[in-house]
């Protein structure tokens, strides 16, 4: 049994200046439950972030649906994520999963009842599952209607390309590429993206870019990446939170109503609805 301090982190605050959409959902969140220790091979876990802390930062921001994406302290081990899905339930919630290739029929019947609709794909320290599986974990979903969230350094975005193009199901390019460092929003790998999601089958996600950012909040050096993108492919994006923002330091904590925010100057107003509620329900099933 797993015992973690109870969470610090700010949960209440000013509501942002966006008012949200009916359906507007938060594609990425993660979530630390009692009794669900750190596994080995991933970070450890500083303090709880549960269902009810989530919901009085889901409450201010004035979202209604949400994505919980399996945390790499807990590697392969989904118990937290899936009691996490049955506590919020099917109507607003889904769950992103780490998934094998050796995963069992009945495991994903039952994570799928449950609302598991994507693995996870890790090319960052701590993964569970990396692009070296990525293939096969692919066919293993989808007959599922699955999708793979596949996050990397973006600089490194040719090491990746190929194993991208080969997909035949949905994925998505986490954390707007996480280009680290920050790169021109004309750079050709930005220029591979916005072919990748002409492809049809390829999903971009505005979501953690402090993590990237070199210039601080508004965090206008990856936005300008961003700003590119949904121009470019407004109905293949979606936007996440990625609360409780484990990694970062109090002093760097970000807002979460200025992470909203920033769709006022990044996105149109016809934009922001495809983002925050019709593509995460045309993705998600809601």
Not at 69 to 78: G, P, V
Not at 87 to 110: E, F, K, N, S
Not at 271 to 278: P, S
Request: glycine share 8%.
């Amino acid at each position: 049994m797993s015992t973690l301090p109870d969470n610090t982190r700010p949960l209440d605050g000013p509501a942002p200046h966006l008012e949200a959409p009916a359906g507007a959902t938060d594609c990425h969140i993660h979530l630390y439950l009692p009794g669900h220790a750190a596994q080995a091979g991933g970070p450890p876990i500083a303090e709880l972030a549960t269902c009810e802390h989530y919901r009085r930062v889901q409450r201010r921001l004035g979202l209604e649906r949400v994505v919980v994406t399996q945390s790499n302290a807990y590697q392969r081990d989904n118990g937290a994520l899936l009691e996490a899905l049955d506590q919020l339930g099917t109507r607003i919630a889904r769950g992103v999963a780490a998934v094998g290739p050796d995963v069992t029929d009945a495991c994903l019947d039952d994570w799928h009842a449950r609302g598991v609709r994507g693995a996870r794909i890790m090319n960052l320290p701590c993964g569970a599952y990396t692009h070296r599986d990525m293939a096969a974990i692919e066919r293993r979903i989808r007959p599922y209607g699955w999708h793979l969230m596949v996050q990397f350094n973006g600089v490194h975005l040719d090491d990746y390309l190929d194993g991208l193009l080969q997909l035949e199901g949905d994925y998505i390019i986490d954390h707007i590429g996480k280009f680290m460092p920050p790169v021109a929003a004309d750079d050709r790998r930005v220029d591979e993206i916005l072919r990748l999601l002409d492809r049809g089958n390829a999903w971009f996600k505005i979501c953690g870019a402090y993590e990237a950012s070199e210039a601080g909040a508004p965090w206008d050096d990856v936005g300008a990446i961003a700003r590119r993108v949904i121009r470019h492919a407004p109905e293949r994006i979606l936007w996440g939170s990625n609360w409780p923002h484990v990694g970062v330091t109090r002093d760097a904590y970000p807002d979460d109503a200025a992470q909203l925010d920033v769709l006022l100057e990044w996105a149109s107003p016809e934009a922001r609805k495809k983002i925050l509620v019709d593509n995460p329900a045309a993705l998600y099933g809601f």
